[in-house]
Each structure stands twice: as C-alpha cells, then as structure tokens.
C-alpha cells in the first residue's frame, strides 16, 4: 500500500513538473508574442505617421507650392517684360537661371514646410518631410502666330516623409514632376476684381456671398453678414463698416473706417479664409489683346514697337480684311454684320460695324449655337453647326451663303484661323438669351438653372463678346451644360449631350465693355442667371443696374463666373429687416475652371506682365521603407 502511494506521489510530482515546464515554455512564447506585438505596433504607428507626413507633403504641392513659387517665378517674368523680350524665342526663366531657381524652390519648401509636428499626431509622434527639387528646364514655348502667350517649364521632385515613434521609423518616398505655366494672366482668373468697390457709398450687405479670389485696390463697404469664402484683400489700410439701423450703439456713425474686421454687433462680414488690408495693390492693366484683331482673324497679341500693346488698325486693315473697296473717308466700314472668311471658309469672328439693337445667342441642343444680329431694322442670321463644322449666314435681304468651319475659340494667332470673338464697333444695346419657357421660382438652387431657363451657349462654344460703347442686358446667360454638375450622375442622366463631353468642360463666355458699362436693363428678369466672365474696366465704369432704386425687387442677381470692373455700381437698395427693396441681391460664385487661367473666355484681356499662371503636380512612384 505504501509502495503504491510512493509511485503515486512520484507521478503526482513528475506531473507537477511537466506542467511547470509546461507553463514555462507558453509563458516565455506569450512574452516573446508581446515583445513582438509591441514592436509591430511601433511600427505600425511609425508607418502611420510616415503616411501622414506624406499626405501632408501632397497638400503642401496641391496648395502652397504656388505660393511659393510666385515670387521666384514672376521676379524672372518682370524682368523679361521690362527687357521686351519676346515668348516665342526668348525663355521667360534664362537656361543659366534654371540649377538657381531648382534650388531656391527646394529651400523655399524646405524652410517652411519641413515637419508636421506631433500636436497635428495625437502625440504618437512626428513626421519630418525633406523636398528636392532637380532637373528644372523648358517644357514647351508658344510658337510665332501658333497660338498661346504661355511657356511651360517642367522639374523633377522627390519628397521624403520620415515616421517617428518610440524608437521605430518609418519612411515614404514619393516622386514625380511639375508642371509651371509663366505667361500673361487673364482678368477672368478673378471673382472680383475692383479699383473702386464704392464702400464709401454702399456695401455689401447680409445676403451678399463670395467664394472665390476677391481684392478691392481701395474703398471696400460692409453691413451686417456678407460671406466670403475665399481670402479677401484690399490695397486700403482698412474698410468701411455701416451701421444703417443705428444697431452698434458704438457713436461711430453710420459710416466708419475700420483697420479691423468687424464692427459689432451691427456688421460682422464671414471671413472664412481670413482678409488682408494693405495688400499690394492689383492693377487693371492695359489690355494686352485685341479683341478687334482677333475679330478679324488677325493676330491679338502683334506687338511691333515692343511696348506691350498690341499695334493699333488702320482702317486700311480693316478694308483689306472686310474686303471694303474704295477704302476712303475717315469711316469707310458700312454698319452691318461680317462674318470673317476666305470665300469658303470662316478664318475670324464677327465683326459688326455700327450699334446693335439686339445681339441674341442661343443654343440648339443639338450641337448648333445660333446668333441673330438686328441692327437699324436688319436682321443677320448665323448658324453655326459644330457637327458638320460648317456655318451658314442668312443676310437682311434672305441671302445664304454656306462656308467651312465654324467661328468658335481662342484665336489661333497670326493663322487666319476661325476664333470665337464678336467685336462690335459701337453699342450693344441688348444682349439676349432665349426668353424663359416659364415661371422661375424665388427659392430655386443656383445650380442646376432651373429647366426653364433656356441655354445661351451650346456645349461647344467659347464666346467673347466685346463692344466699344455699353451693352445692355435683360435675360439669363447660362450654358447647356452646368460646370458644377459633370460628375452628377442624376444630372448627366438627363442631358445626355453633357454625358458625352470628352475632356474637360470648355463651354465659357466672357463679355467686355471697352469703354462703358454693362447694364442690366430695365425690363429684365427677376433673379437672374449671369453666366462667364464680365468685364467693365474704363474709368468710373462697371456692373449697372439701371434705376437700381426705383425700379421695384428683383430677387437674387446669380453671377457664376467673375466679375472685373473699375468702380462698383450700386445693384440694389436694401429695405428694413435687410431684405432687397428694390434692384437685386448678388451672389458671385466661382468657376474653378477660371482659376490660375486654367481656362479663359477667348481673347479675354490679359495683364501685360508675365507671371506665374498655373502649377500641376504628377506623380510617379511611391514606396515605404
């Protein structure tokens, strides 16, 4: 019996001791697991942190990395302006510039742009970028009358992001190259541009919405809650901010010039992105093009005495092209409605000599835009049929002439090729869309138009109308296709037409008074859809409302696009309780496709200088080690 509980207890402690061995083994395999686990996890929070920096260093090149780049570009840019040199032969940047410029490039991001600290992290760690910039050269350069006032340069870079936590790192690298357009900028790059904005004389009220680039050189004018969206800067030291219902209770005034950015509680503008008082100031500079050469498919930018205006015409020019013969007397153009040709083929735009009753532009839907001039009782018909690149002109007396290609376009310069600019020499007394089909409600979005707002412009149009003298409007302006809704599923299901857009949207309209203002006339309609880019630059001229204070409420003036003019006209008058008592309520809205002159309305008036245009960042690889 003892013999037995020996053995017993001898396999009792062998079991014992098994099991310990036992618990040995998984504790130091559990210890190792969590040694390794707590490593992985380091990693992992290191690589984390590394794909951070890296995502940080995409949104600095996305959005910083023009800022940066301006003042290295355009110090090069004003140099090769003041030097009349010229685009076509000369590098805006000197090849003995380009290992310089690289550098500074690379130190400017280094410098500013080099770390995103662990406060940005959680804590868990930090993230440290490095930039090299190499390889800088001319991509590509405008040829002699082949189109464009852009060169484009080209550089390789490499971003680093090195991850941080604990004692782990991790990195990320990715490459790729820019893209850096210099060239003549167009005023269409801005949603308001103004060297007067009146605020002296009146402000934008509570109401009033801005969300793109916006700058006044002097005088801008605040009451109650206007929102801008993008940043805001004057070249004035300060604002005017109104108190019209006596709601401050500050002893200020109904007027005063404010170094701030509210007056509370009675005026406190949305400055979402932040302002800038004593900005350097924007010029609106002499126009750089000319729309009445490129009317006449002549070359916009012909620059022979090197001053950077274009050479004036001659009227002998405009004989020879409009085929006037005798070319004699101080006015030796008849009135009357040109379309630029050959005999066979369309090699300009529409000259018009002589004020307009009614310039009306319209869009087929099928793929044909319609203008129908009407001048001193005589009607031009021109249709433009993008399908069959043919147009077909129906003159006063019912004659049909039937030419090749279609005026549309920037103008090819110096080709004698078709462009999309309507020049008229004189007035434009109205300018029309087809009238609405039917009511527009108060409440409706700014996008898309409601469906009873017919579309001035076809798909395939780009369009700038300019007039010498004023030009009146009285209906919506708006495209067949909405910029804003090209990746609306619901939206493209609808207008087919829109769906097979190959490319970018490039339907556009600029309109430009040289001398006067553009006046929405009274008569037009209530909440009205301005669609493109207008511009009224002369001295003291503008955006107008006629009899803006008698003529009763409007509604909402919808402007989608820019708006670029030498003083602000008064649109509006507001009544108690801040609503519009008579004339309209503006909104400006942005078109992206505007920005940094990614797109322009053609021939649209440029600045005289060079300056940095655009920047494009492609990348290539990407890898972590």
Request: a negative charge; charged letters at 15%.
């Amino acid at each position: 019996m003892r013999k037995k509980q020996g053995i017993a207890l001898v396999t009792a402690l062998v079991l014992m001791m098994v099991l310990v061995a036992v618990i040995a083994i998984l504790s130091v395999d559990t210890l190792s697991e969590i040694r390794q686990n707590k490593n992985n996890l380091v990693n992992s929070r290191a690589r984390n942190v590394a794909e951070a920096g890296a995502t940080y260093a995409g949104y600095v090149l996305d959005t910083q990395l023009f800022s940066e780049l301006k003042p290295i570009i355009d110090s090069y840019a004003t140099s090769f302006v003041v030097g009349g040199n010229d685009p076509t032969t000369d590098y805006v940047i000197p090849q003995d510039a380009w290992d310089s410029v690289a550098l500074q490039i690379k130190d400017a991001l280094n410098a500013n742009f080099s770390a995103l600290p662990s406060s940005q992290l959680a804590g868990v760690g930090d993230a440290s970028l490095s930039y090299d910039i190499r390889n800088f050269r001319i991509a590509s350069m405008p040829t002699a009358g082949g189109g464009g006032q852009f060169q484009t340069y080209t550089a390789e870079y490499r971003v680093v992001a090195t991850g941080t936590s604990g004692n782990n790192q991790r990195r990320i690298q990715e490459e790729g190259f820019l893209t850096i357009k210099v060239g003549r900028a167009s005023l269409s790059q801005w949603l308001f541009l103004v060297e007067d904005a009146g605020g002296d004389r009146g402000f934008f009220p509570t109401g009033s919405v801005f969300d793109g680039p916006v700058h006044a050189n002097s005088n801008w004018g605040f009451w109650g809650t206007p929102v801008f969206k993008g940043r805001i800067t004057a070249s004035d030291g300060g604002a005017w901010f109104w108190d019209i219902f006596n709601s401050c209770h500050d002893g200020l005034g109904v007027k005063e010039f404010l170094n701030a950015g509210s007056r509370p509680p009675c005026t406190e503008p949305v400055f979402e992105k932040g302002y800038d008082w004593n900005a350097p100031r924007v010029e609106l500079p002499t126009n750089a093009l000319s729309q009445e050469r490129a009317a006449l498919g002549l070359d916009p930018t012909e620059d022979n005495n090197g001053d950077g205006v274009p050479d004036p015409i001659t009227n002998a020019d405009r004989c020879a092209v409009l085929g006037i013969s005798p070319c004699a007397g101080s006015n030796p153009i008849p009135d009357g409605v040109y379309l630029i040709n050959d005999g066979s083929r369309v090699t300009g735009g529409i000259y018009i000599q002589g004020d307009v009753d009614e310039l009306y532009i319209a869009a087929g839907g099928d793929g044909t835009q319609t203008y129908r001039i009407t001048q001193a009782g005589r009607t031009w018909t021109i249709v433009v049929d993008y399908n069959t690149d043919t147009t077909q002109v129906t003159d006063p007396l019912g004659n049909v002439t039937n030419l090749l290609g279609v005026p549309n376009g920037p103008a090819p310069l110096g080709t004698g090729g078709p462009t999309g600019q309507i020049y008229v020499n004189g007035n434009v007394d109205a300018l029309r869309a087809p009238s609405r089909t039917g009511p527009v409600p108060t409440d409706s979005p700014d996008h898309p138009p409601p469906a009873t707002i017919p579309p001035a412009l076809s798909l395939e149009t780009q369009l700038n109308v300019t007039a010498v003298g004023g030009i009146g409007l009285f209906t919506d302006l708006v495209y067949e296709c909405d910029p804003t809704q090209m990746t609306n599923s619901s939206y493209l299901a609808t207008h087919p037409r829109c769906a097979s857009a190959s490319g970018p949207l490039r339907t556009v309209l600029g309109v430009f008074s040289e001398t006067d203002d553009i006046t929405i006339r009274v008569g037009a309609v209530d909440d009205i859809y301005l669609w493109g880019s207008y511009l009224s630059a002369a001295t003291g001229k503008g955006l107008a409302v006629e009899n803006y204070n008698t003529r009763g409420p409007q509604g909402k003036m919808r402007l989608f696009g820019g708006l670029i003019q030498w003083e602000d006209q008064l649109r509006g008058v507001i009544g108690s309780g801040g609503s519009v008592a008579s004339g309209y309520l503006e909104t400006f809205e942005y078109d992206r496709r505007f920005e940094n002159s990614r797109l322009t309305p053609p021939n649209f008036p440029t600045t005289r200088v060079f300056q940095l245009a655009d920047v494009g960042v492609t990348r290539l690889t990407y890898k972590e080690y």
